[in-house]
């Protein structure tokens, strides 16, 4: 097992496009956290979730955000209609509960 | 509401001296800590953790000190290398929920 990964790395798109990442976190992490960081800020939480139940999302996750986990394993997080302000780092981390967070290496999305 | 502080945004050392990064938090609540390294295009990589119910841990190079009293944690490098140039970030987790309030991040550079 080689950690969490995310795909895609960088993604640039047209406003009023919708994306989709993905996130595959370590195997038997029961937990699977979104975040996002931009430019000169420490990343900020999302959402997340334990096994495939979403137990919490925050107040940055507008209605146009919306997270998945089907299956209790991968995860993907759509951004309907971007906007400019979306432009950020989304980070996926994993952890068993109430251990350690491993964090991806990021999908960078740049919305024109 | 910023919970986290990291009130240095940048940190300069000399190779075979002690880095000291500094963190500070508002909300009582925290009773577990984390400090994370991040280079460019990277996730964040956890180095160290420190629960409420310590006031140190040490691992390797690696030494967090934690006073609760003062609502402020450190890390201490010793010695530093050039691989330690990085952002690190400080983290605080309530009852191990997982959803980690950060620091902005503190810029070290370690110079020969």
């Known amino acids: 097992d080689t950690g969490v990964s995310q795909d895609p790395r960088h993604k640039i798109t047209k406003r009023g496009q919708n994306v989709t990442f993905r996130c595959d976190p370590i195997s038997e992490h029961n937990r699977l956290y979104w975040y996002r960081q931009t430019l000169g800020q420490g990343p900020e939480f999302l959402t997340y979730f334990q096994n495939e139940a979403q137990l919490e999302k925050s107040r940055l996750l507008s209605d146009r955000f919306s997270a998945e986990r089907p299956k209790g394993s991968f995860s993907t997080l759509e951004i309907q209609r971007t906007e400019q302000g979306d432009s950020a780092m989304y980070l996926c981390?994993?952890?068993?509960?109430?251990?350690?967070?491993?964090f991806g290496p990021g999908t960078r999305l740049t919305v024109l | 509401d910023q919970q986290v502080k990291q009130n240095s945004p940048s940190l300069s050392v000399q190779e075979g001296r002690i880095s000291i990064l500094n963190c500070d938090y508002t909300?009582?609540?925290?009773?577990?800590f984390l400090w994370y390294k991040k280079y460019p295009a990277e996730g964040p990589t956890f180095l160290i953790s420190?629960?409420?119910?310590?006031d140190k841990n040490e691992d390797g190079r690696f030494t967090v000190f934690l006073n609760k009293s003062a609502k402020h944690l450190s890390l201490h490098i010793v010695p530093s290398q050039p691989g330690d140039s990085a952002v690190y970030f400080c983290a605080a987790d309530t009852d191990s929920w997982g959803k980690l309030q950060f620091g902005a991040g503190t810029q070290v550079v370690v110079t020969p």
């Open positions: 909300n009582s609540m925290f009773d577990y």
């Open positions: 981390a994993s952890s068993v509960r109430g251990d350690t967070q491993y």
């Open positions: 420190i629960s409420s119910i310590k």
